[in-house]
């Protein structure tokens, strides 16, 4: 069954550090691209960050650019988010996500719940 | 505000179809067949039910399909059923800078 298992969220001061980790099982992870997904309480969803299958590029959304970092560990079948100065509004819900075709998301993590504040 | 509009709410009865539209611009929908629906049951991951316009993932109904017209994407769901009673969310490639852009969400009702 493949399966994706996020950990690492939790409650963290603003201007805090927090690394997110996803353990990926029953598929050839470092086949796949992987992207982080965000989703504030109450809101829709928001794209976070991507990276290639084997490391080599990342991509970002702005709001996040120069604060989060992506990186994988095939190695490990596991895939993190870096997140730093973190702030109130990062406060959301982070799923790790496979690519299914050139853009679909599928399957998706339970999630993760960051909360930021003081 | 988010890059893709969608409505906020649709809602129909069991049996039949709705459509939920999802409208963007042509650096996004209209430049690309990579749109995507995803459902969201509340408390739940999404979930993918429609990818590259209109192709469906294994297992997802026969009763939902998807298509584009120019920079408006649209998801039907035929036969409407009380489970799919849920959020739904658009997406679309929107170029390698921007790269994944999602609608709102639109909370479907099944009444």
């Known amino acids: 069954e493949v399966q994706l298992v996020e950990s690492g969220g939790g409650l963290v001061q603003p201007g805090g550090s927090l690394r997110l980790s996803c353990a990926a099982s029953?598929?050839?992870?470092?086949?796949?691209?992987m992207h982080w997904v965000r989703q504030a309480p109450g809101k829709g969803l928001v794209w976070v960050s991507r990276?290639?299958?084997?490391?080599?590029?990342?991509k970002y959304a702005d709001s996040v650019k120069g604060r989060f970092t992506i990186s994988r560990d095939n190695a490990k079948n596991t895939l993190y988010l870096q997140m730093n100065s973190l702030r109130a509004e990062d406060t959301a819900v982070y799923y790790c996500?496979?690519?299914?075709?050139?853009?679909?998301?599928?399957?998706w993590g339970q999630g993760t719940l960051v909360t930021v504040s003081s | 505000q988010s890059a893709l509009t969608q409505p906020p709410s649709a809602s129909g009865s069991p049996g039949q179809s709705v459509t939920i539209s999802c409208t963007g611009t042509?650096?996004?929908?209209?430049?690309?067949?990579?749109v995507s629906w995803y459902q969201q049951h509340p408390g739940k991951a999404p979930k993918l039910m429609i990818y590259?316009?209109?192709k469906r993932p294994s297992g997802v109904p026969d009763r939902f399909s998807g298509s584009k017209s120019d920079n408006t994407a649209s998801l039907t769901v035929s036969g409407l059923q009380t489970e799919d009673e849920a959020d739904y969310y658009c997406?679309?490639?929107?170029?390698?800078?921007?790269?994944?852009?999602f609608g709102g969400g639109t909370k479907l009702t099944v009444l």
């Open positions: 996500a496979r690519v299914r075709g050139y853009n679909g998301f599928d399957p």
């Open positions: 029953g598929f050839t992870f470092s086949s796949y691209w």
């Open positions: 990276i290639k299958n084997d490391g080599s590029g990342t």
């Open positions: 042509s650096s996004d929908v209209g430049g690309y067949d990579y």
């Open positions: 590259e316009v209109s």
């Open positions: 997406s679309s490639y929107a170029g390698s800078n921007t790269e994944v852009v």
